[in-house]
């Protein structure tokens, strides 16, 4: 079983949707959680990290459950802009520098 | 802004010369990190570093070295470079200790003829 599993996509979306994508993680002890962006040939850009109530920022919205071992990107109102990659990212903190583990990201693509 | 600087956009060398990636953080952090991006496979780490001459192995290490003689600065290197590290390389760095997020380079992307 991978670390962080996310459903590949292509997700396509029509402008002005709403898509949510959701991500598995396998290790429990897992401290900390993010969501990267990532254009194509570009480098993977922090999104959102993802606190355990929640949070939003704008048009995104990131959750967390624990429980279940999840975490969720949810983007309101799709802009053309919002067509990339998203990667979901998780932090098994080794106590010496912050080592991430990322997901293979789920595609948006985002039309007229 | 974090700004991390790779030295080349794209790269070409032969099977079996000896590559050097470097990479720049003007930001002052402590940790700093190497990955490859291949298609399916997602970003892997290669090797990190959490301090000036600190390094560890990250999960496919295997025909890579670094270095870290500055905090700035962090070297990858390839012994004897083969085709099958033809890939898009990254560079990260991030504040000291956990939980922190990573910032990353533009990207190296190598050709192994």
């Known amino acids: 079983r991978k670390e962080v599993e996310q459903d590949p996509g292509p997700f396509n979306v029509p402008e002005g949707a709403t898509v949510a994508f959701n991500c598995t993680y396998s290790?429990?002890?897992?401290?900390?959680f993010f969501w990267y962006r990532q254009d194509c040939r570009k480098e993977p850009k922090l999104l959102m990290s993802v606190y355990s109530s929640g949070n939003e920022d704008g048009r995104f919205t990131a959750q967390l459950n624990r429980a279940s071992q999840y975490i969720s990107l949810l983007i309101r109102d799709s802009k053309l802009s919002d067509s990339a990659t998203y990667l979901c990212v998780v932090n098994l903190n080794t106590g010496t520098a912050s080592k991430l583990t990322f997901g293979t990201g789920t595609r948006l693509q985002v039309t007229l | 802004d974090v700004k991390v600087t790779q030295s080349s956009r794209y790269l070409v060398k032969r099977t079996g010369e000896k590559v050097f990636l470097e990479c720049v953080q003007d930001?002052?952090?402590?940790?700093m990190f190497w990955y490859r991006q291949d298609p399916g496979l997602g970003l892997r780490l290669i090797y990190f570093s959490y301090d000036v001459k600190m390094k560890e192995k990250g999960d496919i290490p295997e025909g890579y070295s670094v270095s870290r003689e500055k905090k700035e600065r962090f070297s990858l290197i390839l012994e004897s470079a083969s085709t099958n590290q033809t890939s898009m390389y990254l560079c990260?760095?991030?504040?000291?200790?956990?939980?922190?997020?990573?910032?990353f380079g533009d990207g190296t992307r190598l050709s192994i003829l």
């Open positions: 930001m002052d952090h402590e940790n």
């Open positions: 290790n429990s002890a897992s401290q900390s």
């Open positions: 990260a760095s991030s504040i000291g200790g956990g939980n922190q997020p990573q910032h």
